[in-house]
């Protein structure tokens, strides 16, 4: 038996009930498909009982990678990287209108996500982006206005995604057993949203340091972004706010204003 690492993250996925709910979450028939840490294989299975196109693995570990091989290797629309996620172009490798699923390290998930949030050519080739996370961290990502769970991840990723909390899975469901619940998320990449940020970087930079001080008031942090001219311009910018009251349509219009004049 291949016992998980603990280095890498790894929870492996065990209830099927679960795994089918992933899978129809999406219709994958003659599409595209990725996986990232497939791990034993479990959904990688269910994925090819509904006949994709294509279907490419991303595994870091070399046992499972090897393994993986093994067993899936007769498929001759299946493509294997023995990589790690983070280090790989996957913008280079994604075929059109792909379908990403990742059952993913806690550890790291966060780290995912940025990535594809952060790929050069927008609209992106993948279709959807349907990822497992710690619960906390789910809540954040889809964290509304106002809010508690409000915050840089969520006002960066509704940029780019439409965002669809799909259900929690048990602990119960993995082995090793985490001491967390996880939430599945379904992301689907936004075309036009009413905003012409040319750089997702400087969005990232700005939240950065309007929420280096999350409890103080903005009139301090702003003006290392904006002069007094470009604040009155933007409605709804009041310097007695706290970053956490300012409205994410308020943080893609900061960016603009600073991408006009630094590049």
């Known amino acids: 038996m291949k016992f998980a690492k603990k280095s890498l993250g790894q929870n492996?996925?065990?209830?099927?009930?679960?795994?089918?709910?992933?899978?129809?979450?999406?219709?994958?028939?003659?599409?595209?498909?990725?996986?990232?840490?497939?791990?034993?294989?479990a959904l990688t299975e269910e994925i090819l009982k509904n006949n994709p196109k294509s279907l490419t693995l991303i595994e870091k570990d070399n046992s499972l990678f090897e393994n993986l091989n093994l067993k899936f290797s007769h498929y001759n629309f299946l493509e294997f990287y023995n990589e790690d996620i983070l280090n790989l172009n996957v913008e280079k490798i994604i075929k059109e209108e792909t379908i990403v699923f990742g059952n993913l390290p806690y550890n790291i998930s966060s780290q995912i996500l940025i990535k594809f949030l952060k790929f050069n050519v927008w609209p992106p080739k993948?279709?959807?982006?349907?990822?497992?996370?710690?619960k906390e961290l789910a809540d954040k990502i889809t964290g509304k206005y106002l809010s508690t769970n409000y915050g840089r991840i969520s006002i960066i990723s509704n940029y780019r995604f439409k965002i669809l909390k799909k259900f929690n899975v048990?602990?119960?469901?993995?082995?090793?057993?985490?001491?967390?619940?996880?939430?599945?998320?379904?992301?689907?990449?936004?075309?036009?949203?009413?905003?012409?940020?040319?750089?997702?970087?400087?969005?990232?930079?700005?939240t950065n340091i309007l929420f280096s001080e999350r409890r103080k008031m903005i009139s301090k942090n702003i003006k290392?972004?904006?002069?007094?001219?470009?604040?009155?311009?933007?409605?709804?910018?009041?310097?007695?706010?706290?970053?956490?009251?300012l409205s994410p349509d308020i943080y893609y219009k900061i960016t603009e204003f600073f991408e006009k004049k630094n590049f």
């Not at 492996?12 to 840490?37: A, M």
């Open 12 to 41: 492996f996925l065990i209830d099927k009930n679960i795994i089918k709910k992933i899978i129809n979450s999406v219709d994958i028939r003659n599409k595209n498909v990725i996986e990232i840490g497939p791990g034993k294989g």
């Open 126 to 134: 993948f279709n959807d982006l349907i990822l497992m996370f710690q």
């Open 170 to 206: 048990s602990a119960n469901c993995f082995i090793p057993k985490p001491k967390i619940t996880s939430t599945l998320l379904h992301f689907r990449p936004i075309q036009i949203n009413g905003f012409e940020i040319k750089n997702i970087n400087n969005l990232e930079k700005v």
């Open 224 to 245: 290392k972004i904006l002069n007094k001219k470009e604040i009155s311009q933007i409605n709804g910018l009041m310097l007695n706010y706290r970053p956490s009251q």
